[in-house]
């Protein structure tokens, strides 16, 4: 008989121990009045140079089958953003191209916790190689309620930040 | 440090051990049907699944409501599948955790055991990768932040070209044909690899427990039903990815690691993970490694019986054509990777007899780190110790705590590398030779072997089940057998020691044997 209640609260206890850990406790990852600003997009930075002629001499050192009459660099710059509420900075990141001969687009992704409430958001973006410009700008007004994911995207075809 | 920490594990398994060998018995116990007992859950876990696949919808807005419709509208039968469904695949984590712990604890990763202690790995990382995929499809809040955390650790890998993490911050970026790919990975791509990696994981064993006994099997079940309708698995709020997720209820089973993402970082959860699969992988071959030779075939005294064939637990020894031109048929070969050096085979070998009166003690197959000749020897200078009329000389293994105890209060013992390594004419020797008035075999039960089936191969040899057998002529009365979790074993073996000697003072004593 004791070993048939043993066995009832080994498989009791069993039983508890999966439905308890299998929800509890919760994860907090939020406050009430927090909220999330998220950043993420993939650009393709400017070219590091422009195209150029090759002289005949250039050309001559070229072994005859790889002999182009234009030279194009292939490597992009690096990316380099911020971003900014109230004026104060909340994230930058100088992000390199992607790819082997880096060449390939930058992926920025970045979620920062915020408190909730009217924010001027200003996002900047430098992707040319010049220092204390940006080349894509945005600053807008934004309220952030509670809980909100506030995400921040670009659009490669207009240049422009979007918010959504 | 390694002996430390498998001192400590040894144990804690030994806090759980006890009371669940005084409820369930050496043959039922769970922590001896650890990995069968995983494997059940799988079943579980593949048929409940195959009915919540009947139902569930492959898109974005499909996912939740199939699943809230089997949670509630056919909460009696889709709900209580959907329950099972969850607590099958934790009770398998959690089963998986221990049996981890055991195989480390009592060291039985090392020599040939690496091979499924190394391809378990992979399968830890497929079942939780199973898990997760199972969490992102109910679509609910804790889906999303699956989803978002999944995507942030995938993109600390130098494989996705965009980011994959961006895919999960707006509606518009989410697709149906997303959900057809996480549903294919969960219920064919995922278990495919799966079934395969556990034929893998069990390959090198010879007999492997792919089932736990029924009434086990029954009592899970059962645990198991009676926890889906006390409890039932729900989802949690829709997943909207216009909003933050700001508190989950989180499976700590499978997703214990994600919290970590946040509070570190993806890259630093890599190398977390990374760095402890591979240190758990190189286990085997970490210090204190100690490597004697595998056993050894003597063509001259092998006859090619076949005994030591089937009873090694882990097929290392294969039988060929003879390449000795003698009459037999067939030899024994050693293979010395598969050898775990446990000499179940010289106890199998009918040739291992100590009364041969003619040359050296040489059987058909030898353990060179303790050779029958050796083991003769030193019963004889054991039992040269006792003097009396109630002398026992006692045999155990050196995988259990016995020895020590039994050494710990002055008793003669001859320690062997695993029971199975003791050939029943040993025994006939002990006390046809008068070396000693009666004999205890004592150490870990079965289930709990070191080597798997040494304690379970004695136990048939001595009970007359299994070649080769204890001679008739042998008064069993003699021959204490208390294996560790037995009930009647009642936690120490003096007293089953004290016990023999008092039979052997009120003899005759009948045939009663203490644990069988």
Redesign the interface.
Known sequence: MSRYFGQFVTYVAFAAGIGLFSVWPAYDMLGNAEAIISVTFSHAAKRIGECHALSQEELNELPPNMRKPNSCPRERFPTYIEMRANGELIFSETLLPSGLWSDGKANVYNRTKVHAGTYQLFVGMNDSGTSGKFDYELSVETDIRPGQNLVVGFDGLSNTFVIE | MLSFLQKAARAGLGLLHR??A????PAEN?LNHLGALIIFFCWIVLISGIWLLIFFRTSVSGAFESLEYLTHEQWYLGGIMRSLH??AS??AI?ALFIHIVKEFAFDTYRLKRWFSWVTGMPLVWMVFALGVTGYWLVWDELAQ?VAITSA?LL?RLPVF???M??NF??D?AMSDRFFTLMAFMHLVGLPIFLVFGIWLHVFRLSRPSINPPRRLMA??L???L??SF??P?VSQDKAD?????????????YLHV??LV?ITSPGVVWLLLVGISCVICLAPWLPPGKIAGPAIVDLGNCNGCQRCADDCPFGAIQMQARSDGRKYEREAVVDADLCTRCGICVGACPTATPFRSHGDLVPGIDLPELTAADLRETIRSVAATLSGNDRVLSFSCRGSSTAKKLKGAGEAVVELKCMGQLPPPFLDYVLSRDLADAILLTGCSDGRCRYRFGTHWTEDRVTRKRDPRLRKRIDESRICRAWQDYPQYQGSVLKQLEALRDSLANEPAGDEVVST
């Open positions: 009371p669940l005084r409820a369930f018995g769970p969850r607590y934790d009770a959690a932040y942030e993109d070209t965009d980011s993490a961006g911050l707006t518009a009592g899970t059962l645990c198991m009676v926890l006390v409890f698995a990815l216009e909003m933050a997720t700001r508190s989950v209820d989180l499976d700590w089973f994600y919290p946040q």
